[in-house]
T-cell receptor, first 114, second 112 residues
Framework: DTGVSQDPRHKITKRGQNVTFRCDPI?????LYWYRQTLGQGPEFLTY????????KSRLLSDRFSAERPKGSFSTLEIQRTEQGDSAMYLC????????????FGPGTRLTVT | AQSVTQLDSHVSVSEGTPVLLRCNYS??????LFWYVQHPNKGLQLLLK??????LVKGINGFEAEFKKSETSFHLTKPSAHMSDAAEYFC??????????FGAGTRLFVKA
C-alpha cells in the first residue's frame, strides 16, 4: 500500500492560466474523489468516480473545471482560466467499493492564483 | 438533508489533560460517522469510524468517540493530551455512495 499520491504539491499560477493536477489512488481502489479545501474550512466535495465513470459533480464544479479518470486508474483535475477564488488546497481520496465510506486521502495540491 | 456541526472552532488544553471535541450531525439515514485528523502539510488521516456496531468507538493514538443517537452527537475524546495531538480535527458524515460531508474543523492547541 503506497498510499494516495498527488502531483504537484504546490502550484502558483497567474489568473487566466490553465492548470492540471494529478492523483494516483491506491491501486486496488475503484472509487476516487476530489475535494477542495479553503483556509479555515473542511474539505468540500467536488466530484466522484467509480472506476472510469464520473458519477457525480458538485454544483461547486463550474464549467471551468473538468476531471477525468481514464482506464479507472489515475485521475486529473483541470481548471481553465483560473481565478483568484480558485486558490485552495485540492484533495484527492480513494476507497474500495464498500458502503462504509472510509477514504484514504492524498497530501493535496495547494493552488495559489496571483 | 445531511449536515455536520463542529461546535468549537478552537480548543486549547494543557498537556496531560483530557480532550473533548464536539460534533453534532443531522442525517435522514443511519449514517457512518468518522473523525479525521490533519496535521500541517500532511494528508487527512482517519482516527476512527462508527458504523453501528458499537456506540463507543476506539481509534488510533488513544482517541475515542461515543455515538449518541438521542443527542445526534459524535464527540471525540482523549483522556490525556499530548503535544503531538495538536492538529485540525474533522467530523465527517457519510450517507452511502459518494456523499461525504465534512464539518468545518476544530483546531486543537496543546500547551506544555
Amino acid at each position: 500500500d503506497t498510499g494516495v499520491s498527488q502531483d504537484p504539491r504546490h502550484k502558483i499560477t497567474k489568473r487566466g492560466q490553465n492548470v492540471t493536477f494529478r492523483c494516483d489512488p491506491i491501486s486496488e481502489h475503484n472509487r476516487l474523489y476530489w475535494y477542495r479545501q479553503t483556509l479555515g474550512q473542511g474539505p468540500e466535495f467536488l466530484t466522484y468516480f467509480q472506476n472510469e465513470a464520473q458519477l457525480e459533480k458538485s454544483r461547486l464544479l463550474s464549467d471551468r473545471f473538468s476531471a477525468e479518470r481514464p482506464k479507472g486508474s489515475f485521475s486529473t483535475l483541470e481548471i481553465q482560466r483560473t481565478e483568484q477564488g480558485d486558490s485552495a488546497m485540492y484533495l484527492c481520496a480513494s476507497s474500495l467499493g464498500t458502503t462504509d465510506g472510509k477514504q484514504y486521502f492524498g497530501p493535496g495540491t495547494r493552488l495559489t492564483v496571483t | 438533508a445531511q449536515s455536520v456541526t463542529q461546535l468549537d472552532s478552537h480548543v486549547s488544553v494543557s498537556e496531560g489533560t483530557p480532550v473533548l471535541l464536539r460534533c453534532n450531525y443531522s442525517s435522514s439515514y443511519s449514517p457512518s460517522l468518522f473523525w479525521y485528523v490533519q496535521h500541517p502539510n500532511k494528508g487527512l488521516q482517519l482516527l476512527l469510524k462508527y458504523t453501528s456496531a458499537a456506540t463507543l468507538v476506539k481509534g488510533i493514538n488513544g482517541f475515542e468517540a461515543e455515538f449518541k443517537k438521542s443527542e445526534t452527537s459524535f464527540h471525540l475524546t482523549k483522556p490525556s493530551a499530548h503535544m503531538s495531538d495538536a492538529a485540525e480535527y474533522f467530523c465527517v458524515v457519510h450517507t452511502g455512495g459518494f456523499k461525504t460531508i465534512f464539518g468545518a474543523g476544530t483546531r486543537l492547541f496543546v500547551k506544555a
